[in-house]
């Protein structure tokens, strides 16, 4: 099976914080509830996030069965917290003072299989990390699971729990962007356009394309032409030539805007409005690119198209391309 260009959808949303203007958040749901207390902090942000979104598409109510309802989750650090945290007792308790517990939520995934639990989201759970650009290379996934017919419908996005502990490695590790970190996830529910009508979901985008890729030292004068390509391609993709871009969400670090007005200049001449959600918000890190791309669609005209792009200091670069509104 394979889905035409545009026929991956947006059907739901839901982040932490909140964008403004966005629905109330709704009661999470008993299984989620009882989960929130114990799980690290990645993992709370996902189960709320994920609450909204899966409410706002409709599929809120517990189901018996969702064999085909997948997670994605794209994360720059993971349960990097938790890890410092469990590592940090090993080391001045020894193996006796480790709780069992805090090593059970060390592991990349634990967000994913939290969800996956607490909803009952039986279909296939990824996990994925490409620096900042995760959030953007997790929708992309996801629309491919579809468009594969691996899947009726994706819960996917990005996110990032943060801390002082997070901060310091940052730092030391020469991955500074330039805007202070800001703990956010961002989900989002993907179904194919046919199933989301079927259901009588509302349509809030159409997903068109995507690419990624690693440009390694953004210094380095190939690093420019990887944006441009990635860009490229997702357009390409799309099916879309340049000049019909209308929006574009820009987040590479401040140190290489230039770069990226250069790649902007010929990838969409012709947008009319240009966002910068990071500068907002600060470095939202596999939030990113999901809530860049939510807050593009909260003013566009229905038919608006959208180019989302992300650029990590470890190199990751990601695009994607969305259609505001139901329009085919």
């Not at 749901?29 to 994920?50: D, I, W």
């Not at 706002?56 to 990097?80: E, H, I, K």
């Not at 800001?182 to 179904?191: G, P, S, W």
């Not at 099916?239 to 574009?248: F, S, T, W």
């Amino acid at each position: 099976m394979s889905l035409p260009s545009g026929d991956v959808v947006v059907t739901g949303a839901g982040t932490r914080p909140r964008l403004e203007g966005a629905a109330p958040p709704v009661a999470l749901p008993a299984p989620a509830a009882e989960r929130l207390p114990r799980v690290e902090r990645l993992s709370q942000l996902a189960l709320e996030a994920a609450a909204d979104a899966l409410a706002q598409a409709g599929l809120g109510t517990p189901a018996a069965s969702r064999d085909r309802t997948g997670v994605v989750l794209g994360t720059a650090f993971g349960c990097f917290l938790t890890n410092a945290a469990h590592a940090g007792r090993l080391c001045e308790r020894g193996p006796q003072g480790v709780s069992p517990r805090l090593f059970a939520a060390t592991v990349s995934n634990a967000a994913a299989g939290e969800v996956a639990i607490a909803f009952g989201l039986a279909g296939p759970g990824v996990t994925l990390t490409a620096g900042a650009a995760s959030g953007l290379v997790a929708l992309g996934h996801a629309a491919d699971l579809l468009a594969a017919g691996r899947a009726e419908a994706v819960l996917a996005g990005g996110l990032d729990a943060t801390g002082e502990t997070l901060a310091a490695w940052v730092a030391a590790g020469g991955l500074d962007a330039g805007r202070p970190l800001a703990e956010a996830a961002a989900l989002l529910v993907l179904e194919s356009r046919a199933t989301a009508r079927e259901r009588g979901a509302p349509v809030r985008a159409g997903l068109l394309g995507h690419a990624a890729g690693f440009a390694g030292d953004l210094d380095a004068p190939r690093a420019a032409d990887v944006l441009d390509h990635v860009a490229a391609r997702a357009c390409e993709r799309a099916g879309l030539a340049p000049e019909a871009l209308d929006v574009v969400v820009r987040a590479a670090p401040p140190a290489y805007t230039a770069m990226e007005t250069g790649v902007l200049r010929s990838r969409a001449p012709k947008a009319s409005r240009v966002l910068s959600p990071k500068d907002m918000l600060g470095e939202t890190l596999g939030a990113a690119g999901p809530l860049g791309l939510l807050m593009a669609l909260q003013d566009a005209p229905a038919g608006a198209l959208v180019l989302v792009l992300d650029v990590c200091p470890s190199g990751h670069v990601a695009a994607l391309v969305a259609r505001a509104g139901d329009a085919t």
